[in-house]
């Protein structure tokens, strides 16, 4: 792979284009500086712009650059047994308490030095961005100590400038009771201590945290346990979302949209309050249908009262060697049609301006705007249903990503 900052820039005037918007007419962008400087039909491009250095995009379809807005993409190992044993008829819930889950990748994790864990997620990175990924989420989680959670969050800092994408970190050191705590009187309550008066300070004072997440569930932390780090976070200024709902109604949403979260992800078994609490804070609801699909979970999230309610509805792989081992975003949006009905539009929205919101991203990701970053991907497709359509086909034909040429430039 070549260093992202040898990409070629994408500079100049693309033309040829088909906007999934409007396929019928030609669209032309204008990207000057790494930027968008105008974008529109080719018909009305000013004249000024005619002698750019010319982009021909051969007729592709044109769509913001995607966003995966929920991944947990650094960790040791994989779980491919714990799938073996669910096809045997283990729950998700079961197979935690047996030991493996969560804490089985946190000892893998552990293990892994950063070099290693920054190869092996790399390989991973390189396939989502094969899709068209633009900008992503990756949290940490399967450390659960001051100095593995550490080593999560610089191999993600460190793959953001790698390749030239835009990273989001996101602090999940409530995602588990980490085994040295498990079976003490009071473990879950000494951690989540730990995690709010030490880990969390310390990583954000290391400019290693863009936003704080936590998993509330039965098996996971609870709705004081969640609030206690939504407080610390608020008290450094960083954003919040929330593992909310998959397996349970914790009220974990509407306590998380208090805190004017980003985002509330999972969510199968929101309630009408929370969907109202999330209308009311502006809180993305983040669809992870590759999760659905591993566990063969049947209770589908409220997607009807969300749409009614006017909730932004983002889609994304939730990528985890335990729930969702998902390595394409496209396939999560065929997902979110196939088996959450959303129409097309709302799941191409999903993946790029709603995804966006839900990192706070929505100012330089998710659209092709003037003034905008440039980050865009030509698709080989002549109508946008065909992203949805098909599934396990890579129709990418280019990608600018930070106003440089990331997949397809001409050599
Ligand atoms: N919810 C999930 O889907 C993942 N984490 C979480 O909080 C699962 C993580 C794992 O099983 O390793
Ligand atoms: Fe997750």
Redesign the pocket.
Known sequence: MKPANEFPSADGLWTGLRLATDAGAEAAIVVEQGAIRWVGARSALPAGFASLAPHDGGGALVTPGLVDCHT?LI?GGQ?AN?FAMRLAGAT?EE??KAGG??V??VRATREADEDTLFAQAASRLEQLLADGVCAIEI?S??GLSLEHERKQLRVARRLGEAYGVTVRTTF?GA??LPPEYAGQVNGSGDYIDLVCNQMLPALAAEGLVDAV?V?C?RI?FSLEETEQVFKAAQALGLPVKL?AE?LSDMGGAALAARYGALSC??IEHLSAEGIEAMRQSGTVAVL?PG?YYT?RDTHLPPIAALRAAGVPMAVST?H?????PALSLLLMVNMACTLFRLTVPEALDGVTVHAARALGLQDTHGAIAPGMPANFVLWNVREAAELAYWFGQQPVRAVVRQGRIAIGAKE
Do not use: M, W
């Not at 985890?320 to 969702?324: D, L, V």
């Open positions: 947990h960790y779980r714990e998700y197979v935690a889950g969560i089985s990748s949290k989680g399967y999940l995602h588990a997440d998993f569930e996971a593992h998959q992800d999972h992870l999760a566990l939730d985890n060697p335990g729930t969702s």
